[in-house]
Structure formats: structure tokens, C-alpha cells
């Protein structure tokens, strides 16, 4: 059995919604079933989200890894596959990632800057561009929590410190504390 890697670009067919928990939700679920389905045949590797395009890197066993991309040429969220990177590997690079997920961070914005690119196309990236981009996956100190605490807000949105429904509670709960004060001060 042989070791291989591979790399690709791909745009996304979905519209993007709204992050939840920091992640735009189409992403999220391929990050959970791709951490499922890679446990169970011990591929590794890494994916980045950006400007509606992945860049994702497989390390494993060959078989599993062509599977795994053959599957991913048939996902119909994904359009415009670019093979990036396809060779043999001598030994693993990464350890004990099912699927790393990489959010947007201060390194891959300082990346892009640092190379001059106004927006993440990894199917424009050269060959030693996609070198840095894995080793910024593979080094990433992303704990595997679904969060992307470097998000850049929404323009003309504020953050919300309640949810809908606990603002929602709050304002039933301080009307019938101000009607109740309204009526013992009737009382006195």
C-alpha cells in the first residue's frame, strides 16, 4: 500500500448563508461528514473556505484518497475542480486530523497579502503557493471547534449580545415587572 497527497480547488455552488457558530453552514456539514468519512480510512489533511472557493489538501493511502476525491468530483457542491497537487509520499505529514478546518485568520489574510492576491483563488495559486498554504493547514492553531473568531462582521450588522427569543423573554419579563410596580404603587 502506498502513501499519496493531493490537493484542489474547487468554487462552491451553494449561495453563502449566514456563519453559524462562526461557519457558514454548507461548509460546516461537509466538515462533519468529510471528519467521519476520512476517521474511518485514516486520511488526513485540511480545508480552507474563502470568497466561496476550497482549497482542500488528503494525505493517506491512495485508494483511499482517489475514493475519497472521486466522491468529491460527484459532490454537487462543488463546480470547476482543480487538481493542485497529486504525488506519491513517503511518509504522513499530517497526524491525527481527520479533516482540519482552517478558518479565516490573520494567517491566511497576512498569506494572501504577502503574495499580492486580493482574493483567495487557490486554482490561480503556483505550486510553491500551495505548499504555503498547506503548511499554514497543517501548523494552524485552530482547535477543531467550528468557531471563527476572526470573522469580519457583517457590514451594517451589529453583533447581538441575546438571541431573538432571550431578548424576547427579557422584554416579557421587564413589562411584568414594570406593570407590577405600576400596581403595588397604586396600592400605596
Known sequence: ????????????????????QGVEPHV???????????GKCN????????????FQYL???????RETFERIQGDSRHRNITTLIEEQLDKRTFSNWSMKYVPLSTDVRRFLSGHGLESFNPALFTSQ?????????RR??????????????????KAQAFS?????GLLV??????????YAGSLL
Open 1 to 20: 500500500m502506498s502513501l499519496m497527497r493531493l490537493a484542489y480547488a474547487s468554487e462552491a455552488t451553494f449561495e453563502a448563508k449566514p456563519a453559524e
Open 43 to 54: 486520511l488526513v489533511g485540511g480545508l480552507y473556505y474563502g470568497d466561496n472557493r476550497f
Open 129 to 137: 503557493q500551495c505548499e504555503e498554504m498547506i503548511e499554514l493547514i
Open 59 to 65: 494525505e493517506g493511502e491512495e485508494r483511499d484518497v
Open 164 to 168: 431573538p427569543g432571550l431578548r424576547a
Open 140 to 157: 494552524s492553531s485552530g482547535d477543531q471547534k467550528l468557531v471563527n473568531h476572526d470573522a469580519t462582521p457583517v457590514k451594517g450588522k
Open 28 to 38: 460546516a456539514r461537509i466538515l462533519m461528514t468529510s471528519r467521519r468519512n476520512n
Open 173 to 182: 419579563a421587564a413589562a411584568c415587572l414594570l406593570g407590577a410596580l405600576v
